[in-house]
């Protein structure tokens, strides 16, 4: 079966700091990998997507993955956060398929000043 | 068209009462999905269609829950006989094949709370 772990529940970081959000998933085929952002009673916005070729992916607002298929990771980083990026975060994987998508349980980010 | 638009954003029901949630995808998608996501957890998948086909619905909760799209564009999705355990957020997300995967697009959601 399909998972995802995300291990940190919350974290914080000052405005400007950098950011990584650690993502460890298990699937049994090739996986494709997502990140999506979701603001407090919002729906989700993707922030950006694996499907394969280069193992580093950028993606909107800054964002971007690295893809360790040695690691069963897909962590997401930010150089620089800003204020705006306090919001809840979810790595998700699937098949590539149509099936859905399976989530992991959030990180909450939240921004010191 | 700018999104994935649900219908209503709030509902607010009384335990034992039907309820149905309405989602327009993105004109040009053909798959549909619905997800559940309750607090502090992420969404959990449902169900889907491809065009008005509905192709896996072994993860609805129980037989209570059912979903429908009959014409391949629009979907509900209804709860009969609501429990206070119904309470939760119910996004719809639709997508079309990009490259080899599916790439998939939120709505806002609909938050359900049974009282």
């Known amino acids: 079966a399909q998972s995802v772990t995300q291990p940190d529940i919350h974290i914080t970081v000052s405005e400007g700091a950098s950011l990584e959000l650690r993502c460890n998933y298990s699937y049994g085929a090739t996986p494709y990998l997502f990140w999506y952002v979701q603001s407090p009673g919002q729906g989700l916005q993707l922030l950006l997507k694996?499907?394969?070729?280069?193992?580093l992916v950028q993606g909107i607002k800054g964002f971007e993955a690295e893809f360790k298929r040695s690691q069963s990771s897909f962590n997401l980083r930010k150089p620089s956060v800003h204020w705006s990026d306090a919001a809840e975060y979810f790595c998700?994987?699937?098949?590539?398929?149509?099936?859905?998508?399976?989530f992991g349980k959030g990180t909450h980010l939240i921004i010191q000043p | 068209d700018t999104g994935v638009s649900q219908d209503p954003r709030h509902k607010i029901t009384k335990r034992g009462q039907n309820v149905t949630f309405r989602c327009d995808p993105i004109?040009?998608?053909?798959?549909l999905y619905w997800y559940r996501q309750t607090l502090g957890q992420g969404p959990e998948f449902l169900t889907y269609f491809q065009n008005e086909a509905q192709l896996e619905k072994s993860r609805l909760l129980s037989d209570r829950f059912s979903a429908e799209r009959p014409k391949g564009s629009f979907s509900t999705l209804e709860i009969q006989r609501t429990e206070q355990g119904d309470s939760a957020m119910y996004l719809c997300?639709?997508?079309?094949?990009?490259?080899?995967?599916?790439?998939?697009?939120f709505g806002q959601g609909t938050r359900l709370t049974v009282v």
């Open positions: 997300a639709s997508s079309s094949k990009t490259g080899t995967a599916f790439e998939a697009f």
């Open positions: 004109s040009e998608h053909n798959r």
């Open positions: 998700a994987v699937g098949g590539g398929g149509a099936d859905g998508l399976t």
């Open positions: 694996y499907f394969s070729g280069d193992t």
